[in-house]
């Protein structure tokens, strides 16, 4: 063989072996490649549809909820606290609280970010909320669900209360994600235990303790608590799409029409919602009329130093969804309309710095306190529910304005 083709055979065993050196390179460490798929979320429990809402318009009534949105969160703690009560003329705040009042307040915080459109309201009502779902207690080895443990007992209206306060902020975000938290999840565990507490008869237990074996208290009452449950499963109805809670919230419902009636707002609220999510049958319309003809035989209008505006800012509130609910059920709506505007003038007469007691407010305390609906000219103090009222009650009536302007 000649000296050329000797190194020409050479050359080609060179390239051979480094051929084979890549490839086994290559085969122990692929390249990197960078996908451009992407990742296909997590199922999780969403709602079908979004949350309805309707329209505020701008003007002073909208103020007044942003004012008192403004009190609340002035009032907040760093740690997500609510202030429950203060007396405003010597700043006192010795008062023992209501977790249940308190849940409730928060779902105002998320009225007003929905009214406002401003998230600082939000990101209050999530401080607010995350700090107050602290209570909640799961055992399913003792009963089922989750409750809300508040006076060292489970009362049904607390659990009632966080899921609508998980509804509005629902309403107010679109959203059910709280740090690690899924609310929906949240609000469903709630309402197992709401239905966990029904009577055979129809009613609800309104109190349980779930130490040791868990037992219902037969003698607790709270007033409302059972239309707050009600209300709970119509939302969580259009939370999840889920014909279930509708069924229960009829069930409950027919049980509630069967009873006598009371200036109770909450069923004023779940009859609204009802109305509009499904329908009101004639036997609801008749009740609902009663509610709105009792509210209104209990009215108050004049601005006597001795009335509270707390109580007149419920009025105010179950009129307004009564309203809603019969406009959605093309019933006659319109002879409420002066008794609202009555209330509405009441109770703005006792947001800081007005005030019908003649007081003279000073810079300071208007600074601190405004916005904030304090009770009577007796007893000058702001309390979590006469504020939640009054924006909740507001928001109603304005939503109302607008339904009915369409």
């Known amino acids: 063989m000649s000296s050329s083709r000797r190194k020409y055979l050479l050359a080609v065993v060179v390239l051979l072996a480094l051929a084979g050196i890549l490839f086994f390179t290559r085969s122990e460490s692929p390249p990197e490649v960078t996908s451009t798929i992407e990742a296909s979320?997590?199922?999780?429990?969403?709602?079908?549809?979004?949350?309805?809402?309707?329209?505020?318009?701008?003007?002073?009534?909208?103020?007044?909820?942003?004012?008192?949105?403004?009190?609340?969160?002035?009032?907040?703690?760093?740690?997500?606290?609510?202030?429950?009560?203060?007396?405003?003329?010597?700043?006192?705040?010795?008062?023992?609280?209501?977790?249940?009042?308190?849940?409730?307040g928060t779902g105002s915080l998320f009225i007003v970010c929905r009214v406002s459109g401003d998230s600082k309201y939000c990101r209050a009502g999530d401080l607010a909320l995350d700090h107050y779902l602290g209570l909640l207690v799961t055992d399913p080895e003792h009963f089922r669900g989750t409750c809300f443990y508040a006076e060292g007992i489970?009362?049904?209206?607390?659990?009632?209360?966080?899921?609508?306060?998980?509804?509005?902020?629902?309403?107010?975000?679109?959203?059910?994600?709280?740090?690690?938290?899924?609310?929906?999840?949240?609000?469903?565990?709630?309402?197992?235990?709401?239905?966990?507490m029904r009577k055979p008869e129809g009613g609800f237990y309104q109190a349980f303790d779930p130490h040791f074996n868990g037992t219902a208290d037969p003698d607790y009452y709270m007033t409302h608590a059972s239309s707050q449950s009600l209300l709970a499963m119509v939302e969580l109805h259009e939370m999840t799409d889920n014909d279930f809670w509708l069924e229960r919230a009829r069930e409950v419902n027919e049980y509630l029409i069967s009873q006598p009636v009371t200036e109770d707002h909450w069923h004023a609220y779940a009859f609204s919602k009802l109305a509009r999510l499904d329908f009101l049958s004639k036997a609801d319309q008749a009740y609902a009329n009663q509610i709105a003809q009792t509210i209104i035989a209990g009215e108050v209008r004049s601005l006597n130093p001795k009335?509270?505006?707390?109580?007149?800012?419920?009025?105010?509130?179950?009129?307004?969804?009564?309203?809603?609910a019969l406009y959605f059920s093309d019933a006659e709506y319109q002879w409420l309309d002066p008794e609202m505007r009555a209330f509405i003038t009441f109770v703005r007469a006792r947001q800081l710095p007005d005030n019908?007691?003649?007081?003279?407010?000073?810079?300071?305390m208007s600074t601190r306190f405004g916005g904030g609906i304090f009770s009577s000219c007796d007893e000058p103090?702001?309390?979590?529910?006469?504020?939640?009222?009054?924006?909740?009650?507001?928001?109603?009536?304005l939503e109302y304005q607008s339904m009915i302007k369409k």
């Open 41 to 104: 979320p997590i199922p999780t429990l969403s709602p079908v549809r979004m949350p309805e809402t309707f329209p505020i318009p701008d003007g002073d009534l909208k103020d007044s909820i942003i004012a008192a949105g403004d009190y609340l969160i002035r009032q907040q703690l760093t740690n997500g606290e609510l202030t429950y009560q203060v007396d405003f003329m010597t700043g006192e705040r010795a008062y023992s609280p209501s977790h249940v009042r308190l849940m409730g």
């Open 381 to 397: 103090s702001i309390r979590i529910d006469g504020v939640q009222n009054w924006i909740n009650g507001v928001t109603a009536f």
């Open 154 to 196: 489970c009362p049904l209206g607390g659990a009632a209360l966080t899921v609508d306060t998980i509804y509005k902020r629902w309403q107010a975000t679109g959203d059910f994600s709280l740090q690690d938290r899924d609310l929906l999840n949240v609000a469903t565990e709630l309402g197992y235990f709401i239905l966990s």
């Open 307 to 324: 009335n509270t505006s707390i109580s007149t800012a419920t009025k105010l509130e179950g009129l307004a969804a009564l309203s809603q």
């Open 356 to 364: 019908d007691c003649n007081w003279a407010i000073t810079e300071d």
